[in-house]
């Protein structure tokens, strides 16, 4: 039950009275009560000049250092926009949280070598923020391909633990030009004798209608620009020559 500020002022005081000219404390004494008292203007004292401000400081910005780039920006921006006007219709809406968890089961059965529950991978989506309905649906899903994905002998082959070198999920950065930095995550590389391989893993899958042959090519104009910048990047970081790395795309639901 809500109480006014004069209830409770009167219940602390233990004030009594149904009117304003009886209230009377618990000393039986008389309380004078005043509603809306009229306050009289005080006289405002002449105002006493304040000193002159100091003339600023002179501030000139720096210039930036330098700027960081990511070669994922680089995807082409038809595509991007295409993908982004079907953001939220069908299999799409989900396609940043399938991508992402995709990407971290790979990861840990490639250092682990175990695969995560149902449970686990319901529990992974949710918190990208899928509802817990569509989380174990879609976990079944990719949980599916990529028990396809390991009966291909190719991807196999990236999960095998015995390359000399080998990074999953990779962080680098290189300097692309003296004012620019690219910072970017390579999602698999191996070094197969003299020969680098970068592996770009992608989630994506053909629209409706569309060919496996026009969604690959369609696919590999997109990140072509991201791909070359990470073979530039290795490159610069492994110190050898971008002839010796080859860079490609593997789609984990084409299987």
């Known amino acids: 039950q809500k109480r006014s500020i004069l209830s409770w002022v009167m219940d602390h005081e233990q004030l009594t009275g149904a009117s304003l000219d009886k209230v009377t404390s618990h000393q039986k004494r008389l309380m004078r009560v005043r509603c809306n008292p009229v306050i009289e203007k005080e006289q405002m004292s002449a105002s006493i000049p304040l000193p002159p401000l100091p003339e600023p400081i002179s501030f000139h910005p720096e210039p930036i250092p330098y700027l960081v780039e990511s070669p994922s920006s680089l995807a082409?921006?038809?595509?991007?926009?295409?993908?982004?006007?079907?953001?939220?219709?069908?299999d799409a809406e989900f396609a940043a949280a399938r991508g992402t968890v995709t990407h971290r089961i790979i990861e840990s059965f490639w250092r682990a070598r175990i695969l995560p529950d149902i449970e686990q991978v319901a529990s992974a989506l949710e918190n990208e923020g899928v509802d817990s309905e569509t989380a174990l649906f879609v976990g079944k899903e990719i949980l599916h391909e990529i028990s396809?994905?390991?009966?291909?002998?190719?991807?196999?082959k990236l999960m095998h633990t015995g390359h000399s070198v080998a990074y999953s999920e990779w962080s680098i950065e290189d300097f692309s030009s003296p004012d620019k930095i690219r910072s970017g995550t390579l999602d698999f590389v191996f070094k197969d004798g003299s020969q680098?391989?970068?592996?770009?893993?992608?989630?994506?899958?053909?629209?409706?209608?569309?060919?496996?042959e026009t969604f690959l090519m369609r696919q590999s104009d997109s990140y072509r620009p991201q791909l070359t910048a990470y073979r530039e990047m290795l490159s610069r970081v492994k110190e050898c020559s971008s002839d010796r790395i080859t860079v490609g795309l593997y789609f984990t639901r084409l299987q």
């Open 76 to 90: 082409n921006e038809d595509f991007a926009r295409s993908a982004e006007d079907e953001f939220y219709s069908g």
């Open 196 to 212: 680098y391989l970068i592996v770009d893993f992608k989630t994506s899958k053909p629209e409706a209608g569309e060919t496996i």
């Open 148 to 156: 396809l994905c390991l009966e291909e002998s190719f991807f196999n």
